[in-house]
């Protein structure tokens, strides 16, 4: 097990070539191991294949991403819209984090426009907190390791919560020089270019991916395309300046001072 590794954990197939994958790929230029995992398989993302079928689909899509990103593949755990806040799949989720020993672990926010992404982060967070919980028991068993994580948590579509609030991006990772490689893993998911034509009128799921690096990109004043992070709070986890991000990247990194500020003054 090389000494540090990031994981990204998304909700479904390609939620992490949208939100996250540009960071993954920055952290492996800087010697990480990566690792790839969505906890739901995509069985619901089509009108066109029934479950069974597009599970196998999305599967295939997701494998073929995570090798054009040069990540370590982890099989998705459920079905789509079943990313329940659960027993089973804490178990399941704790025991891969045991594997892994991450460093850094990305994921969605814990406000967003889907249940299933917002279950995710939960999930994620408390799997990383149970690390070296020897009386929490994982399924399959892994033994708990003692060591620090840190958890950012990505932005979300329209950069808007649920309540419509605008999310503003606690740092920026600078994405330029890798943003083609993340569209091309983007681009691995072809039975979603259909898909989100129809349920979500996004006409070109690349171009809204597009569109989201560049605006956030525009959000960092500094970088042409980005992705933002918020880090989650240090408790459990990290020291509390611990920011991994920031000592991997450097230059290709800047924290928002506007929202460190406006963490102090609240709503
Ligand atoms: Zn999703």
Redesign the pocket.
Known sequence: MPSKAAIAI???P??IE?YMAGTLLMLKQTGYEIHYLTV?NGNCGSVQYNAAMLRSIRNTEARAAAKILGARFHPSLTNDLEILYNLELLRALAAIIREVKPRIVLT?SPQDY?E??MNTARLAVTAAFARGMPNFKTAPPRPTADYEVTIYHAMVNGLRDPLRRRIIPGAFVNTTSVHKTQLKALAAHKSQQNWLDVSQGLNSFLLAAEDLSLAVGRLSRKFKYAEGWRRHLHSGFCGPDTDPLAEALGRNYLVNQAYERSLDRGF
């Open positions: 998304g909700a479904h390609d939620d949208f739901a969605h889907m299933d992404h």
